[in-house]
């Protein structure tokens, strides 16, 4: 956030305002979807672009495989990757539809040097 303060390029931002609705996974209601962050970006032809950004650990970005055996661990974390690839393709629709971006951000893109398990 600090980033964004100091961007000359960043004309405002916010965090978890935004709502998009999704269909989720388990119920196969329509739940709310709170993005962490909208960015209004400045362009250099003046134009001004939105930005929807969603920041998670890469490793929920990965489906779960179970080991041996299908166990109650195995399923929560299924259900929350299943959840959040609903929730991406809902935010990828919507910001389509208006003309923005959506991205994902992980701990790779905000230290990208470091290795991470």
């Known amino acids: 956030m600090m980033m964004w303060d100091e961007d000359p390029r ?3 931002w916010s965090s978890e305002e935004l709502i998009i ?5 388990k119920d196969g209601m329509i739940h709310r ?7 209004v970006l400045q362009m250099p032809d003046g134009s001004k672009k939105i930005r929807v950004i969603e920041v998670k650990p890469s490793k929920k970005l990965v489906q779960p495989v179970p080991k041996k055996k299908v166990t109650r661990k195995f399923m929560v974390e ?17 910001c389509a539809d208006r003309g923005w971006e959506y991205v994902f951000i ?3 893109d905000l230290f ?3 290795r991470h398990k």
């Open 10 to 12: 960043v004309i405002q």
């Open 21 to 25: 609705p999704y269909r989720h996974p």
């Open 33 to 39: 979807y709170f993005p962490d962050f909208v960015l």
């Open 78 to 94: 299924l259900l929350e990757y299943e959840t959040i690839q609903c929730k991406k393709r809902a935010a990828e629709a919507f």
């Open 106 to 108: 992980t701990e790779n």
């Open 112 to 114: 990208p040097k470091k």
